[in-house]
């Protein structure tokens, strides 16, 4: 017999902090799965290269996207406090290691990246949330789109693994500005 638990009035509402925590927690391993297996067919016929200068220009802009994504959230946790601070502040820690996973595979191929935010967002995390939830969702779509024009597995692997957890992010910055749930996982 299967037992469903449905949640009733009286249980405590879901903080801000548990809803981001719970929507950015894992999912990034499963999303790129099928990147791995790839790579195991790949590697027996001679496929797609682990890695190929040729993606160092695209990556420097996703590395610079990344940047300018870090220069943003640092202004956006400024003023916010409790849990508002703790889950924007964790998302901003997400961008750092984004941009320093990029750092890393590009090594002495890195170009200096911009620091200039790309919005000023200010205000309540409910004030905020809509703008950081678009840019997040734009910074999936350059992501998703250099995936397709990249050759290295590699690359396309590190790209992918990123956009998931952007996705996540923009979903629950959607939720916390209003948006319904079936609204802001469609984004």
């Known amino acids: 017999m299967d037992t469903h638990q449905v949640e009733s009035p009286d249980m405590s509402m879901t903080t801000r902090r548990r809803l981001i925590a719970s929507l950015l927690a894992g999912g990034a391993v499963i999303a790129t799965a099928p990147l791995f297996a790839g790579r195991a067919s ?76 790309l919005a000023s967002p200010i205000g309540s995390i409910a004030s905020i949330a809509r703008q950081l939830a678009a840019l997040e969702n734009q910074t999936a779509t350059i992501h998703t789109d250099t995936i397709g024009q990249i050759k290295g597995l590699d690359a396309a692997t590190l790209l992918a693994s990123i956009v998931t957890v952007e996705a996540r992010h923009a979903a629950a910055l959607e939720l916390i500005g209003g948006a319904s749930p079936i609204s802001a996982v469609g984004n």
Request: glycine share 6%.
């Open 42 to 117: 790949a590697a027996s016929t001679g496929g797609s290269p682990q890695r190929d200068p040729a993606d160092n220009a695209a990556l420097n802009a996703c590395l610079e996207r990344e940047s300018r994504m870090v220069a943003t959230y640092r202004k956006a946790i400024v003023g916010l406090t409790a849990n508002d601070l703790t889950a924007m502040t964790l998302i901003l820690d997400h961008h750092v290691a984004y941009a320093d996973a990029l750092k890393g595979y590009l090594a002495v191929d890195v170009v200096n990246p911009s620091s200039a935010p």
